[in-house]
């Protein structure tokens, strides 16, 4: 190799890193700016939000936070809001695992479509099948009740969570699977005590996707839900419209902040499983 060529990758060498962590940088303030905004405007008064969102508050009410508390009864939101995410992400869990490992292990005829109509469900909206869902629900006498939200919920993050542990499984090697058989297994054994304890990372990442949706989601409640004790936090926090045409800015900002810390909590607490989980779940197979 010549002189030249070692200068040349040199450069690069020392180009790439800079390139990368410009990259990360550029991302990092995508983020952390309109979060930090977000989380300053929860301090400040209504009319100081209004004349000057990008400002620092000046004075700082971090009484928001307690007053947003009260008003809105946040105790029993997240309550709620926590019994439901909780319960649709171990049905989620339970039931996706149970499809991928059907899907993976048993050999049938119409596997593959089956498999389709999972994958072509991840592009239907919920407000395009909410008519049926809604008469479901009726004739179910589901409605005001959790329940009403926990199944339509758990069905709708079925086919994301399908794909991720078929994939998952599907990167695994076989001969796992044929050991055990030998050895005299049931299916179950291979499903409770080899494929799902090596499937701990996808776990992770389904828990987290489907937990977030459970919690962020609207539309659904609004729909079934008009008992007020049983309001979860998005759906609770209409508490913070003044009138027909106006919101309580900095309180509805100080609400949603206290309910982006168990998004936080289950993040932090499972990162290194979702980062694992997507890459093999999305990748393998």
Known sequence: MSGGDLTLNRRAAGTVPWLRWLILALGMLAIIYPLGIFLLNSVKTNAQFVVAPLALPDPWHFGNYLEAWEKASMARLIGNSLLVSVATTVLTILLASMLAFGLHVFKFRGQGAILAMVVMTLTIPAQVYIIPLYLVVIGMKLTNTHLALILPYTAGSLPL????????????????????????ATNFDIYARILMPLARPVVGAVGIFTFVGAWNEFFLALVFVQRKELYTLPLGSQVFAISEYSLDFTLLFAAFSISLLPLVIVYLLMQRQFIAGMAGGAVKG
């Open 161 to 184: 969570a399908v794909v991720l542990f078929r994939n998952y499984f599907a990167g695994l090697p076989n001969e796992l699977i044929d050991a055990a058989r030998i050895d005299g």
